[in-house]
């Protein structure tokens, strides 16, 4: 079964070593958005970018970097996701948040051997 529905995506974008209290950030940011109960959240490691320094961090082998970006993406109602953004500003000192509406197809209902 499919099902559709609108959502609002949260897409925290901050660098690979950015701590909270010596341990990674999107670590802490994950744990508060599993705390605050909200729906997902997903951590991507980028191998390329730049951003607000204008350095470009890769990873190709001659100019590794120790600064890749890492987005975390989480996705859920407009109010759940506002209202998590007042831990945002407790966390990230430097770094960028998007917000933005998005429509979620959820399929339910398959059967235990199509897994």
């Known amino acids: 079964m499919k099902q559709a529905q609108a959502a609002t995506r949260l897409s925290i974008f901050v660098g690979d070593s950015d701590t909270w209290h010596h341990k ?6 994950v744990h508060r958005a599993h705390a605050a109960g909200l729906a997902g959240a997903t951590v991507l490691h980028g ?5 607000a320094s204008n350095r470009v961090h890769t ?3 001659l100019s590794l970097s120790e600064d ?6 989480i996705v859920d109602t407009e ?7 007042p831990q945002l ?4 000192s430097e770094g960028i948040v998007i917000i933005d509406p998005v429509e979620v197809i959820r399929y339910t209902g398959r059967s235990q051997e199509a897994r």
């Not at 109010?79 to 953004?85: D, N, P, S, V, W």
């Not at 500003?89 to 990230?92: G, H």
């Open 47 to 51: 191998v390329e970018g730049f951003g």
């Open 59 to 61: 990873t190709r082998i």
């Open 89 to 92: 500003d407790e966390l990230i």
């Open 24 to 29: 990674p950030l999107s670590t802490e940011i």
């Open 68 to 73: 890749l970006p890492v987005v975390i993406v």
């Open 79 to 85: 109010e759940a996701i506002r209202a998590f953004l």
